[in-house]
């Protein structure tokens, strides 16, 4: 069953003076219980705004925001049930570190024993146990914002929001907490939503995704089906690293299929019975398409398709290389060690099973097989 | 921290000397004057040593002026007492209105804002002179002149803007989403405000309010008008020592020096606790 449910969800700013800003568009979404869920996507393109349309801070233009069955997008922020850790941490000064993750218990009217018990805990989870006693003002960024989860994850609530949770953690301390939290999250069987831009991030934590760009949710899915059946291009070139490898070619009918062509360069055979019959419809219509293809697809050193090349980085466990063939950069990412310099003409294989194609809206019209 | 030369130090000494004698000479050559008595005062040329008298003191405290041309009476120890009382409940009727506005004016945007706020500070460059006449006549139909309420009312013009804007900074300074941490632990809007916006933009609440109560406290022309005797603060009280037989230097020293010391305790006390005010804050996360 659906713990939150956002429906139809807009959201515009207007200001005098000027247009008004369309921040969130025609949002749907469903959280289930106990499940974390990532908000990802680029500055600006609504995913904070939607953390506080939930939170309450930000009124909803238009839809309705139910949490476990209650509809809460017109409740005061004090009785939605729900807990916050803000990017800017917002710890309270006048406060040491245990009063400050204390604070939202004792309004709980637990007991003061029990309050500093799960203080304790929740402190060790986060390892700021020797800075309880300090106050905001004395502790470092990374460890503000480890206070400031510590203090929304230490409450009992629906629903937990983290704005950037962990953006000023250093890379190691980032992937253990990571793993704790998840830890922490999935024993208790709390439902969060998480704001980030790092997909490694998203990756990590959370069961699905939901990427948005310019106030739209784009897909809402796990990694894997963002990465192996991305629903536009958006999506197929935002998520992956290295990004995607998307070319414009032009259609023509060939053999029952489709021949697609960049130029007389790079050409791609695709049998008919991959495609359905929209896909079909689409590609009869239009005379050019944008196909992908991920790096890590590219085979390099067989082929027929003759490369310039660019850069040849070896980064340890692979080689990322860059090649430059009719006007397009095409990037390869294979886990051997590859003997071209720049300027060296290589050969890189792009099999059509491995074509992303999509259609003159950029939704994804057919899915590479096997992702 | 001294790695200056010996010259060096000599010379910071002498202007330091030279700065503090430029700026307390005034003060300190009142302070004399208050004890000296009117001959004294205006002998030539003048000297620094004297025998000093309290005489003037006693006059304003007592109330009696005795001069050439007989004695004469002199509320002033009521004066001073206007002034606190005048000064002091302006200053809380402003805070009272105007820290909730300054608070509404930082946190919310809303049709014509920023005019309302501008307006007010506008009231802050109005020849006070030009707003008095009207005013006046308004008073006596209201039956406002003459009363401490109606004097109360007109020190708005000068505390208001000031609290309202300074404090608007201040509380532009906190992070909303503090307060939005306390309200998601639930808590309402009003609570948010009171424990955690005020006492965090405290500091400022207490700077304005000095600066409002000063500006208050020296008024001259409002109540001047707008009072009659026996609700007229010390500004307008010294008047008094202008008199048929001459001025009154001796009174006049003493009466500045009485009433200089509450605003200077007052302003001595709190730039105590707006430095530590300021040390607590920290406000930005």
Do not use: H, I, R
């Given at each position: 069953m659906a713990m939150l449910e956002i429906k139809n969800v807009d959201k515009v700013y207007s200001s005098r003076g000027k247009p008004p800003v369309h921040a969130v568009r025609a949002l749907d979404m469903a959280v289930t219980k106990g499940e974390i869920v990532a908000l990802l996507g680029?500055?600006?393109?609504g995913k904070t705004s939607t953390l506080r349309m939930i939170a309450g801070f930000e009124s909803v233009t238009s839809g309705a925001i139910a949490l476990s069955q209650r509809r809460i997008d017109e409740l005061p922020p004090a009785k939605r049930k729900v807990a916050m850790a803000f990017e800017g941490y917002s710890l309270y000064p006048p406060l040491t570190v245990r009063e400050n993750i204390a604070f939202a218990l004792k309004a709980q009217q637990l007991s003061r024993g029990e309050i500093s018990r799960r203080v304790e805990a929740i402190a060790r989870l986060v390892e700021i146990e020797d800075i309880l006693d300090s106050f905001p003002r004395a502790i470092s960024g990374g460890q503000q914002q480890r206070v400031s989860l510590a203090r929304a994850l230490v409450r009992d609530a629906d629903l937990y929001l983290l704005d950037e949770p962990m953006g000023q953690l250093e890379p190691q301390l980032r992937a253990v907490l990571r793993g704790r939290i998840k830890g922490l999250l999935a024993e208790r069987g709390m439902t969060a939503i998480f704001v980030t831009h790092d997909q490694t991030e998203a990756s990590a934590l959370a069961d699905r995704i939901a990427v948005m760009e310019d106030g739209v949710l784009q897909q809402f899915a796990s990694e894997r089906e963002l990465k192996n059946r991305p629903a536009n291009l958006f999506v197929a070139s935002f998520i992956g690293e290295p990004p995607m490898n998307l070319l414009e070619t032009g259609v023509a009918p060939a053999d029952g299929g489709f021949r697609l062509s960049v130029g007389s360069d790079i050409a791609f055979q695709i049998p008919?019975?991959?495609?359905?019959q929209a896909a079909r419809r689409s590609l009869e219509q239009g005379n050019r398409v944008r196909v992908g293809i991920r790096p890590q697809k590219v085979a390099v050193g067989t082929g027929d398709v003759r490369v310039r090349v660019v850069s040849n980085q070896w980064l340890g466990d692979q080689s990322h290389v860059a090649g430059e063939c009719a006007g397009h950069l095409l990037i390869a990412v294979t886990p051997n060690r590859i003997a071209a310099r720049a300027g060296d003409v290589i050969p890189f294989a792009l099999e059509p099973r491995h074509l992303h194609i999509f259609g003159a809206d950029g939704t994804c019209i057919r899915h590479a097989e096997g992702g | 921290m001294d790695h200056s030369s010996l010259a060096g130090r000599i010379f910071r000494g002498v202007a330091l000397a030279l700065v503090l004698v430029f700026f307390m000479f005034p003060i300190v050559w009142i302070l004399m004057m208050s004890f000296q008595t009117n001959e004294q005062i205006l002998r030539i040329p003048p000297h620094i040593l004297f025998e000093p008298t309290l005489s003037n003191y006693q006059a304003l405290i007592s109330g009696q002026l005795r001069t050439t041309a007989g004695n004469l009476e002199i509320p002033f120890m009521r004066n001073l007492m206007n002034s606190f009382v005048l000064s002091s409940a302006a200053v809380l009727l402003a805070l009272l209105l105007g820290v909730p506005a300054a608070y509404a004016f930082a946190r919310f945007k809303f049709r014509l804002g920023e005019s309302i706020a501008f307006t007010l500070l506008s009231f802050r460059f109005a020849p006070p002179l030009l707003v008095l006449l009207p005013l006046s006549l308004y008073y006596q139909q209201l039956g406002l002149s003459d009363t401490y309420f109606g004097i109360v009312w007109v020190y708005q013009l000068i505390a208001l803007p000031l609290i309202l804007w300074i404090v608007r900074g201040y509380f532009e300074d906190i992070s909303p989403d503090i307060e939005h941490a306390y309200r998601l632990a639930g808590h309402s809007w009003r609570e948010a405000f009171t424990r955690i916006a005020v006492p965090l933009a405290g500091p400022g609440i207490a700077a304005a309010g000095l600066l409002s109560f000063i500006f208050c406290w020296n008024n001259f022309v409002f109540a001047l008008i707008l009072a009659s005797a026996d609700k007229q603060p010390v500004t307008v009280g010294?008047?008094?020592?202008?008199?048929a037989s001459g001025i009154q230097y001796g009174q006049i020293a003493a009466a500045i020096v009485l009433s200089v010391t509450p605003t200077l305790l007052l302003a001595l006390y709190a730039q105590r606790y707006l430095v530590e005010g300021l040390s607590l804050g920290a406000v930005k996360g």
């Open positions: 680029s500055s600006g393109c008919g019975d991959t495609l359905d | 010294a008047l008094a020592f202008v008199t």
